[in-house]
């Protein structure tokens, strides 16, 4: 072999350089063999590797410059990389890569591909046999069927989601009162529906349902491919909506969907229940289902239904009750008896089968069977349906009271789903109904022009502030406004005991710096008509320049007479002066305190104590309790108590507080006894237990009281006219009031007391 010497001779190794054996050189590594060379002065790269030292300075120069380079070495430079491709060129890269592989793959699998394909029609075959596939062809059809459903169904529940939001009908609740006896009094809301805890509803109640539409409902997955089947195949046809689900599917159904029969919902109610049976527990499920399936009566879940067909709570149910509620999830207007014979017959049908199949499956004894041979006997309607008259105003009252004493907002009110505990006394309610709706027969028949225009307000009062019954009018849908609690006629001679009671607490002044004077039963006044009232400094005036000065009834003259007396007989001209002698500061303290809203006192002129004050007639009732329970006065109340789906609410009750001395207030009720003797001493004779009331009149006849105490309830009526359509100014009555032997507020009060003592 030739070996050809470069001009200059052999290199020699630079001194510290080891020689290699033979005559050769130890390579550098790799690293730094590969290092780019530098470019020249001129721009000239010289070629690496065993290039002449004569193109970038000396070799042993370059091999040290690439060891600085190499990382982790003090002082090095790390080589450049080489720039990215741009984005387009590595799709193209990728396409190409791709397309190379998959030429690859049908190289090599081609003529297997090509021996299994099938071949159809079948060649070889001559007529129909031409078109029968081969078991393999079937078989791969099947297998390749199953796998395309399976893939569909996976990519189908992983894209359904479960929504965030109920639907309305899902929510909405409704709110429901209750009378004084808890017995259901009315509702409130579009919807009949309140939520319970499943631990509420007793198990024989539950098991009833799930035996009626799905007994495996804790051991499916959600769904029931046969029910489901049966379901789809009767949107073709007419028949039942129920039973071709599971229970899950039905919550589903209820709360998230429409109520529509189509293959797109059937199919989107199957995924979301198989999703929802995995996220929720089955005790949930089952309780949402409860809450909100539909029972007919216009009632949402298994607690309005209760309500609605047996009047009771559905903790009181039992299992005979329980299977007919669930005979109503196949179909409310099919199997509630109320809407006639053919729909009882299917009713009892389907609740003896639900008691059978509790049997079968375990959940129901033979011998607890054995006992529940009669079908049980539903109401007749829905008591919880307002009746829109009466009850209307009483909702409207303990709404007001409620949200104070709860401290609901309103918008959380009108979520639903409270129960409202009120104080009225249902017996109360419709003797004080049927007494004004008398009267005001009568008014029409007498003198239908006035009457037009005439209301009657009443209340009674308990003396521990209970409103036990109110009259607000003749209908809610037809007037709105609430005559017990208007504040817009004055309280006439019906205001006085407040301000005996006043004179009686402070005493009075007969001069501007002298002491007060104590009063007692026995001060003696003057009671003559038309007298007029006086300061210590002479006669009051009024802003027209003349002397201020009372009306007695009938312009009656008494002479001298006792406070006791005056207040018996109501006379009015002894209360005026009297009223200016205490303080007529002193006199709305009083009123105030006992019970009177302050927005209802009036001006603190001479009038004030001649009744210029406006109160209700709830008021009026309220400020006479005070009297009869010996000074202390509760703020009158509706509220019981309140709970929210079965969970109590916090409420503030009024606490009784001293608003006079316990003498004062006796002394005032033993008058007010006297006054009821002396005007009505036959009925007094025949009344067994104390009672104590006085009539009211005003100047210009345009009010007409009677306030009256009765076993420790006080009860205030009030007759007036007022034009609602033009203004809310008192009319006079034209005999509508009656006269002082015969006063129709009396006649009221008689007749919803009845019988007295």
Known sequence: MQLRVPEGGIPTAPSGEPSIPGGGRREISDDIADIPSEPDEAGRTAPSGDSPTTASGSRASRRADAKAALPGRPGTRRR???????????????VTAVTAATAAVVAVLGPWLRRVRPHYPRPGRTGWKRWVPTWRQAGGAALASFGLSALTLTVAYAATDIPENLNSYATQQDTVYFWADGTPMARAGWVQRQEMELGDVPEDVRWAVLAAENESFYSDPG??????????????????????????????????????????????????????????????????????????????????????????????????????????????????????????????????????????????????????????????????????????????????????????????????GYQIYTTFDKKRVDQLTKAVGAARDKARKDNPKAAKHVHYGAASVAVDGRILAIHGGPDHRKQGYNESNATTVPAGS??????????????????????????????????????????????????????????NDGGRSYGQISLHRALANSVNTTFMQLGLDTGLDKVRATAQDAGLLRSSLGAQVPALAAGSSTPSAIRMASGYTTFAAEGRHTEPYTILKVTRNGHKVATDTPDPRRAMDAGTAAEVQSALTDAFRTAYPETAAKADGEVAGKRGTTEGDTAAWYVGTEKKVSTAVVVYRIDLAKSLEPLPLEGLGGTIADSVPYGIWSEALRPLG
């Open 223 to 416: 769904i029931s491919a046969k029910g489901l089947t049966r379901a789809i195949l009767r949107t073709f046809g007419q028949g039942s909506t129920q039973g071709g689900s599971t229970i899950t599917q039905q919550y589903v159904k209820n709360v998230y969907l429409s109520q529509e029969q189509t293959y797109s919902r059937k199919f989107t109610e199957a995924m979301m229940a198989l999703k929802l049976d995995n996220k929720m527990s089955k005790d949930e499920i089952l309780e949402g289902y409860l809450n909100t399936s539909w029972f007919g009566r216009g009632t949402y879940g298994i607690q309005r239904a209760a309500q609605a067909y047996y009047g009771k709570d559905v903790s009181e149910l039992n299992a005979s009750e329980g299977a007919f509620l669930a005979t109503l999830l196949k179909g409310a207007g099919l199997y509630d008896p109320s809407l006639g014979a053919a729909n009882r017959t299917r009713a009892q049908e389907r609740w003896s089968w639900t008691l059978d199949r509790m049997v079968k499956i375990g959940k129901l004894s033979p011998e607890e069977r054995a006992g529940y041979r009669t079908f049980p006997k539903t109401l007749e309607s829905n008591p919880l349906y307002n009746t829109g008259e009466q009850s209307d105003y009483l909702v409207e009252l303990a709404t007001q009271h409620a949200k104070k004493a709860a401290g609901i907002s309103d918008k959380d009110f009108d979520r639903g």
């Open 80 to 94: 450049r990389k080489a720039p990215k491709s741009a984005p387009a060129a590595r799709l193209t890269a990728a």
């Open 494 to 551: 019906a205001f006085q005991p407040f301000v005996y009671a006043a004179a009686l607490e402070h005493g009075v002044r007969k001069s501007r710096d002298g002491a007060p004077e104590p009063v007692t039963g026995e001060t003696v006044y003057v009671g003559d008509d038309k007298v007029p009232v006086t300061t210590p400094e002479g006669p009051y005036w009024d802003r027209s320049g003349r002397k201020v000065a009372a009306k």
